[in-house]
């Protein structure tokens, strides 16, 4: 007789999170590639290119130091290097001062500091605002909280950006938390200073936590007006915590370098949080990110060169085939409305290219609700990726229109 299987549940918390569409995008992948198809994966925004040599020798730098061991556990806070930079950077951005002591904590990725800052402040069954679409990780941050989450729209004709006034009373009431994220992932939506000050405002109103997620504040297009930082908007301290990265912006997404700032009381918080479950980034790569915050920022320059142009030889290859679809102000990315064949079936739009064609884009409706009937491509293949891709998708039985 066998004995019968040792299984122990899992926590509901971890049972009822949402469902990630991704996984199944990632099992075609793995699919075809098993079966030796060609694939070219614009799915998922994985960087193409490497970090610059300043930041990469100072890393090196910092492992062969021997007046101080960086091999050894960080402090919980961070080094004081890097949170002196992260200081200056804000100042020399966005002139804002920020105290480096109480203001600032460096993060391994900003993704897990907003993840903490949920789990430092919403308890089971309070309401988090995320307006949709938006970076899929924020759901399921929000349900390991156990918090009600609650989509409120980002509408083309609104610029991707909500409208607070028509956030109904009773849900405003309730709601703990708001996450902005401009400019925007998925759809590369930009929002000014004036909306920042429209949203410190209605948040002070309803005593609500704003949450800023700016990773991508370094790839706006247009260099004459580039993104802001909600920090820049009075009142916002009171208010306000905001997440960066250097993943986008200067070529480190494998390196896990983000930053909370704002709030001294929140930063306070997430810092009590992540004492309990991590001792900083490894001390080299602190000093590296240091290096990166305080030296050059032409890689900055050279990034948002480099997607813009990606960017512009996609649309116009795109519009070719008779795909209307917009240029982006911002980001790594193109988000499309699905050809007007497939309805708002967007899973379907992207399988089907994927199996005429091996390239693959994101369902829009993996970044929530009101993501459905759309899809993203990320920029992330060189000018000769993009030529093949193009290529590929002439060749495909779709109707584009």
Known sequence: MCP??????VADRVANLPPYIFATVFQMKEKALA???EVVDLGVGNPDSRAPRNVVAALNNAIDDHSWNCHGYSTFRGLPQLRRAISQWYGNRFAVTLDPETETLPLIGSKEGIANLMRAYLNAGDTIL???P???AYFGA?????AEIAEI?????NGFRPVLSDVPADLAAKARMLLLNYPNNPTGGVCDLAFYEEAVRWCRENKVILVSDIAYSELGFDDDNMPVSVLQAPGAMEVAVEFQSLSKSHSMAGWRVGMAVGNAEAITALG????NVDFSLFGGIQMAAAEALTGSQQVCADNRKVYEGRARKLVAGYRA???NVPMPPATMYIWARIPASYGDDDFRFISELFEQTGVLLSPGSGFGAYGRGYCRTSLVTDDAGIARVLELMQKAEIKWG
């Open 4 to 9: 019968s299987k040792f299984i122990v549940p």
């Open 35 to 37: 079966a030796g198809r």
């Open 130 to 132: 995320i307006p949709t």
């Open 134 to 136: 938006c970076y899929p």
């Open 142 to 146: 929000a349900a390991l909280c156990e």
């Open 153 to 157: 729209p980002l509408r083309e004709e």
């Open 272 to 275: 009590r949080v992540k004492s």
């Open 321 to 323: 085939l008779g795909w």
